[in-house]
């Protein structure tokens, strides 16, 4: 009966760090996303502007926005799971504006990714820098 089901629907792959929870949490995926991001604006508008763009070009172009956008939707997760999974309501009392700061940086996230924005990808990273020292005030608070 399972066969069947799965050939008329076949089942996706689930991604997700994870819902055990395996207490494992960390900012620097979301940093190292972040730094992805500002790298690959640096280096898009470095690019040669002759027109019509060559060949090369256009391809460094495309591969560039592509692993701007991959970074910049990996930062966004790796900054969710942080928000939803690590920190909890007991953490509001030390740092009342986090949700605000999380919604923030979630946006920033889409901002780089609408566009090649240097100013925007410095503020993703500082915003996600910010994120990281509120999480290690908050595990450093667990650890006493």
């Excluded at 495309?62 to 692993?67: A, F, G, I, L, N």
């Excluded at 700061?101 to 820098?129: G, H, I, P, R, Y």
Aim: aromatic share 8%.
């Amino acid at each position: 009966m399972f066969r069947a089901l799965d050939r008329l629907a076949p089942p996706q792959r689930a991604y997700a760090h994870c819902d055990v929870p395996c207490g494992i949490y960390t900012p620097e995926p979301a940093q190292t996303a972040a730094d992805t991001v500002a790298k690959m604006v640096e280096k898009i508008q470095a690019l040669p502007k002759e027109n019509p763009p060559t060949e090369d070009t256009r391809n460094s172009f495309v591969r560039m926005v592509v692993t701007k956008e991959e970074h910049a939707e990996k930062c966004k997760r790796e900054l969710l799971i942080l928000w939803t999974d690590f920190f909890k309501q007991e953490h509001l009392a030390m740092f009342p504006d986090l949700h605000q700061t999380f919604w923030k940086a979630a946006k920033l996230c889409s901002k780089n990714k609408q566009s090649v924005d240097a100013e925007a990808a410095k503020q993703l990273q500082e915003a996600v820098a910010h994120i990281a020292e509120i999480f290690a005030k908050a595990k450093a608070a667990v650890s006493k």
